[in-house]
């Protein structure tokens, strides 16, 4: 099994639904986030989360929101989608007591919003 | 704020030939770390290379090496004698810690001709 598991892999919205992404990761990991992709833009982060208690938002928070449910889960959700939303989705765990790569992936979500 | 700046947007070489990504960060942080990531056309992110503000030794990891200036802020990527399956995006990333978040740039994407 992966280290960091998103659900689901591919995905196919309508305008105005609502859509939920989840991760789950087995790495023990402190810290969570959700990234998004677009060709051109790279990585922008989205959302972050250093502990159950603590949810941050990064810089293009604005249509999403998360859910720190256990250390191992952490979700995005779109509440109303919009074709401006489709894109890759990562999400990502760090500790800084990994010292050999510090940050985990999972494989991502595609995300396309009709 | 922090800042990763990847001017090379597309490369394209033949197969044997040298290509150098271009990397120019930006941070008001004196203790930083700098990563390279490769996504290949499957999508998934793959760690390439770690490293901190305070180790300017340049790396060779087989046809991978890099070069780190402080002096430029630079973190450039060069691929020798490059292969078909080096065509991937290529992605370089800051951050102010081994676990904190990642700043990325908008990725390279290089393309290796038979």
């Known amino acids: 099994d992966a280290d960091v598991t998103q659900t689901p892999r591919n995905r196919i919205t309508k305008t105005g639904k609502r859509i939920m992404l989840e991760c789950s990761q087995t790495k023990g990991h402190d810290r969570m986030y959700w990234y998004r992709q677009d060709p051109g833009l790279g990585l922008r982060l989205i959302y972050y989360?250093?502990?159950?208690?603590?949810?941050n938002k990064g810089e293009i928070s604005d249509g999403y929101s998360v859910s720190r449910q256990a250390q191992a889960k952490f979700s995005l959700s779109l509440e109303s989608a919009i074709p401006n939303q489709t894109a890759l989705y990562f999400c990502a765990t760090s500790d800084n007591r990994d010292r050999h790569y510090g940050y985990t992936f999972g494989s991502g979500t595609r995300l396309t919003v009709v | 704020a922090q800042k990763v700046t990847q001017a090379q947007t597309e490369i394209s070489v033949v197969e044997k030939e040298d290509v150098t990504l271009d990397c120019v960060y930006e941070?008001?942080?004196?203790?930083?770390?700098l990563f390279w990531y490769k996504q290949p056309p499957s999508g998934e992110l793959v760690f390439l290379i770690r490293?901190?503000?305070?180790?300017?030794q340049n790396e060779i990891s087989g046809r991978y090496s890099w070069n780190f200036q402080k002096s430029t802020s630079s973190f450039n990527f060069t691929i020798t004698a490059s292969q078909v399956v080096d065509s991937a995006v290529y992605f370089c990333?800051?951050?102010?810690?081994?676990?904190?978040?990642?700043?990325f740039g908008a990725g390279t994407t290089v393309t290796v001709r038979a």
């Open positions: 490293r901190n503000s305070f180790d300017e």
């Open positions: 941070t008001r942080d004196t203790t930083y770390y």
């Open positions: 989360s250093f502990d159950v208690k603590d949810i």
């Open positions: 990333a800051l951050s102010r810690s081994n676990d904190y978040k990642l700043s």
